[in-house]
């Protein structure tokens, strides 16, 4: 069993940045963590993710060069990095555990899910 709660969403203009954080508890050792959004209206989306060492990450296209995943393992937190955000990256962010990375873009590959924390951004 994994538990995760994300932090780090507010409000900012386009063209700022924000630090999400994930913070994890459990049976947290050699999981994969991805971080995904879902605005309103719409299905929820990869954004990123990352192996349990810290050395394979995955972006979606619409964030590549913008946002960065990280993670310590030691302090069980992965971190989401954005920067020049863009209205369309409003959201609510989630943060979610899998044993592993078989389809780390889908969804459906993790079992343990955050509540979300809100992002939006203002033209």
């Known amino acids: 069993q994994v538990h995760v709660v994300e932090s780090g969403g507010g409000l900012v203009q386009a063209g700022g940045s924000l630090r999400l954080s994930c913070a994890a508890s459990?049976?947290?050792?050699?999981?994969?963590m991805g971080w995904f959004r879902q605005a309103p209206g719409k299905e929820r989306e990869f954004v990123a993710g990352?192996?349990?060492?810290?050395?394979?990450?995955l972006y979606a296209d619409s964030v590549k060069g913008r946002f960065t995943i990280s993670r310590s393992n030691a302090k069980n937190t992965v971190f989401l990095q954005m920067n020049s955000l863009k209205p369309e990256d409003t959201a609510v962010y989630y943060c979610?555990?899998?044993?592993?990375?078989?389809?780390?873009?889908?969804?459906?590959?993790?079992?343990?899910w955050g509540q979300g924390t809100q992002v939006t951004v203002s033209s």
């Open positions: 990352i192996s349990w060492s810290g050395g394979s990450t």
């Open positions: 459990g049976r947290t050792f050699g999981s994969y």
């Open positions: 979610a555990a899998a044993a592993v990375a078989r389809t780390p873009t889908s969804p459906s590959n993790y079992l343990y």
